[in-house]
C-alpha cells in the first residue's frame, strides 16, 4: 500500500521568504500524480500543484514549485515570495495512475505560519 | 460554474444516532470521494463513488456507507454514531476515474457527536 509522509508538523516563514515543505512517498507503482493541496481557515482544499511521474520537469505554478526526485520518492513544495495569504495547512497527496484506485492518499499535513 | 456543494455545513448529533451527510459534485463529475479528517489525523480516505457505485473503499466500519444518485450527488450515511466520528467530512468530485486531473472540495460538514 501507498504512504505519504510529511515530516514537519509545522513551519514558519518570513513574508517575502521562500520556504521548502517537504514530502517523501513509499510507492511500488512506476506512474502515479503527486499533489500539493492547501487547506485555509476556511476548510477547503484548494489544489496548488500536480505534478504526473512520468514527467521529469518540475510543475510550476507562480511563486509555488516543486523539487520532484523520483529515484528519491521525494516531492517538496517551494513557496517563494511567502505572503500572508499562504498560512494556512498543506497536504501532499499521491494518486495511482490506474483506474482502479482513485482515492487520493495524505500525508498528515504542515501547518505554515507566514510572520510579518 | 458552482463548485462542490456540501450540506448541512455542521451538524450535532448523540451517540447511537445516524448522520446523513450530502454532496452536490460540479456539473459533469461522474465521481465522488469522501473523506474524513478528524484532528491531527490528516484526511483518511472513506468512499468512492462513480457512475452510481461504489468503487474503492477505505478501513472504515460497515456502519459508514453511502450511495450516490443518478444525477451523481452522494449521501453519507454514519450509523450508531460514536464520539470517535467527530470531524470534518469532505466530499470531492472529479472528472473522470483515471485522469489524475486531481479533485474539487466542498467545504465539509462539521460533524459532532456528543
Known amino acids: 500500500a501507498q504512504t505519504v509522509t510529511q515530516s514537519q508538523p509545522e513551519m514558519s516563514v518570513q513574508e517575502a521568504e521562500t520556504v521548502t515543505l517537504s514530502c517523501t512517498y513509499d510507492?511500488?507503482?512506476?506512474?502515479?500524480?503527486l499533489f500539493w493541496y492547501k487547506q485555509p481557515p476556511s476548510r477547503q482544499m484548494i489544489l496548488v500543484i500536480r505534478?504526473?511521474?512520468?514527467?521529469?520537469q518540475n510543475a510550476t505554478e507562480n511563486r509555488f514549485s516543486v523539487n520532484f526526485q523520483k529515484a528519491a520518492k521525494s516531492f517538496s513544495l517551494k513557496i517563494s515570495d511567502s505572503q500572508l495569504g499562504d498560512a494556512a495547512m498543506y497536504f501532499c497527496?499521491?494518486?495511482?495512475?490506474?483506474?482502479?484506485?482513485?482515492?487520493?492518499?495524505f500525508g498528515k499535513g504542515t501547518k505554515l505560519s507566514v510572520k510579518p | 460554474e458552482a463548485g462542490v456543494t456540501q450540506s448541512p455545513t455542521h451538524l450535532i448529533k448523540t451517540r447511537g444516532q445516524q448522520a446523513t451527510l450530502r454532496c452536490s459534485p460540479i456539473?459533469?463529475?461522474?465521481?465522488v470521494y469522501w473523506y474524513q479528517q478528524a484532528l491531527g489525523l490528516g484526511l483518511q480516505f472513506l468512499l468512492w463513488?462513480?457512475?452510481?457505485?461504489?468503487?474503492n473503499r477505505g478501513n472504515f466500519p460497515p456502519r459508514f456507507s453511502g450511495r450516490q444518485f443518478p444525477n451523481y450527488s452522494s449521501e453519507l450515511n454514519v450509523n450508531a454514531l460514536e464520539l470517535e466520528d467527530s470531524a470534518l467530512y469532505l466530499c470531492?468530485?472529479?472528472?473522470?476515474?483515471?485522469?489524475?486531473?486531481?479533485?474539487?472540495f466542498g467545504s465539509g460538514t462539521r460533524l459532532t457527536v456528543v
Open positions: 470531492a468530485s472529479s472528472l473522470e476515474r483515471a485522469g489524475g486531473y486531481g479533485y474539487t
Open positions: 510507492t511500488s507503482e512506476s506512474d502515479y500524480y
Open positions: 505534478q504526473e511521474a512520468y514527467k521529469q
Open positions: 497527496a499521491y494518486r495511482s495512475y490506474g483506474g482502479s484506485q482513485g482515492n487520493l492518499i
Open positions: 456539473s459533469g463529475h461522474t465521481s
Open positions: 463513488y462513480d457512475e452510481g457505485e461504489e468503487r
